[in-house]
């Protein structure tokens, strides 16, 4: 089975660390959005699509790839690391869930995690969630790639 993890992680490292445990379960590559093929995602078996959430938003080149992709038959995923906890009712990731499943992709699940976080005030001391994604964050992606695989 051909795995793809696509991911952006730009500020603290913290969705690179989640997609890279994703990774090693999976037996997947880890690629930006400007390194993934979009040929190679539509025809891939299982695809993952993470980033850090950006103003309540998962990160705009991520969905400006999925928005560019062409019809799929695999599966996919979304996860998420964020400072603040996302609404249950709407979670950061249920937007690009939902333009995947427009895309054909039948979408297996989402996961997130807290992580730190030093957007605007919460730098002002020192930042939030310092010490996370931590050991427990990682076991749960862990877990939540086996019941993908």
Known sequence: MK??????????????RVADT???VLGAAVVSPAEADPAELAAAAL???????????????LTALVRGLPEARGRAFVFATSGLP???????????ARRLAG????????????AFD?????GLVGGINRQRPDAGD?????LFAERLR
């Open 86 to 96: 996302g609404p249950s009712s709407a979670p950061f990731t249920h937007p690009l």
């Open 118 to 122: 030093t957007w605007g005030p919460f």
């Open 22 to 24: 994703m990774a090693r």
């Open 3 to 16: 795995s793809v993890i696509v991911c952006t992680s730009v500020s603290h490292g913290n969705t690179r």
């Open 103 to 114: 895309k054909g992709f039948r979408v297996e699940g989402s996961f997130s995690c807290r």
């Open 47 to 61: 695809v993952g699509f993470g980033s850090g959430v950006y103003y309540g938003r998962l990160h705009p080149t």
């Open 138 to 142: 990682l076991a749960a992606a862990r």
